[in-house]
């Protein structure tokens, strides 16, 4: 497990360029929600903007996924282990061209079971622990502000602050067996499954077949929980928060990498379950 971490870390680091369609991505994602923002008015204009939006994130997606997968089977079939995969930007084109359709689908199906556990853990939560007594709009406009937080906070009871605890454990509980549960889904449609449905059963099952899956899960979220101290403390300072802004996201490119390099490694090498007879088209 500690070797698929160094490897990994060896992989991004000789293939920076990977962070290239990420933070170009991201950039291009915030203008367009900027222009949108301002040009969103009516029902048919709102319907575009979601389209595209979709199409946008579901091509990145097809390409940097594909572009990732590329470099880790170059690394894996090299002689040299540190030798770089010269060419991913190419790999990402061809990555959209193969992929793009599943990826439409994956992004539909993430959303739709994304609400569908949503609204199951909100239900729950009102029958376990009952409402805080916090209307939708004073919590968003408490947002927009530390100070507005604060004051909203010490306008709480203890009783209500005990239930904004309990609120929070429950969607944080929630959210960490999701994402456990999905964690190998993009990466199943690249490997076993076009289709995102059956990919999605198998990035379950894998859970189940591959216990040491949740080290690994639990590896990430630490090394995510130490990333984000790391932001706070630094957050005050310009010039350290932009470093630590452009390490977490060589910090998420590190973690895909990861997880394609733990599927080549230790799922697909090990497991009769996933051969070339079982891709599906």
């Known amino acids: 497990m500690i ?33 949108a923002k301002n040009a969103v008015k009516a029902l048919p204009s709102t319907i575009l903007f979601c389209v595209t939006l979709l199409l946008m994130v579901s091509a990145f997606l097809a390409g940097w996924l ?5 470099a880790v089977g170059a690394y894996n079939n090299s002689t040299e282990a540190d030798s770089e995969y010269t060419g991913l930007l190419k790999e990402f084109l061809v990555g959209i061209a193969l992929n793009i ?26 029958k376990l622990i009952g409402s805080i ?41 929630a959210v960490q067996i999701f994402s456990l549960f999905t964690m190998f889904w993009p990466v199943e449609i690249l490997y076993s499954a ?57 910090f998420i490119v590190y973690i895909f990498v990861l997880l394609f390099l733990y ?3 230790k799922i697909k090498g090990n497991s009769n379950s996933v051969t070339d007879s079982d891709r599906q088209d």
């Open 3 to 35: 070797k698929i971490f160094k490897d990994s870390l060896k992989i991004s680091y000789s293939n920076i360029i990977m962070a290239t369609p990420l933070l170009v991505f991201l950039l291009l994602l915030n203008v367009y929600l900027v222009i």
């Open 66 to 70: 594909y572009m990732i997968k590329s």
């Open 101 to 126: 359709k599943s990826f439409l689908g994956f992004c539909l199906l993430y959303l739709l079971i994304a609400d569908i556990v949503f609204i199951s853990v909100y239900n729950v939560g009102l």
């Open 133 to 173: 007594g916090i209307s939708v709009t004073q919590f968003v406009s408490a947002t927009e502000a530390p100070v507005a937080m604060q004051a909203l906070l010490e306008s709480l009871t203890k009783e209500q602050l005990l239930k904004i605890n309990y609120w929070y454990l429950l969607i944080f509980l």
């Open 194 to 250: 076009k289709n995102p449905i059956l990919a999605l059963f198998k990035s379950v099952f894998r859970v189940f077949l591959h216990p040491k899956v949740i080290l690994l899960f639990l590896g990430i979220n630490l090394l995510n929980f130490v990333l984000m101290i790391f932001n706070y403390i630094t957050m005050f300072n310009p010039i350290t928060y932009f470093v630590m802004t452009l390490v977490y996201f060589y």
């Open 263 to 265: 599927y080549e490694e």
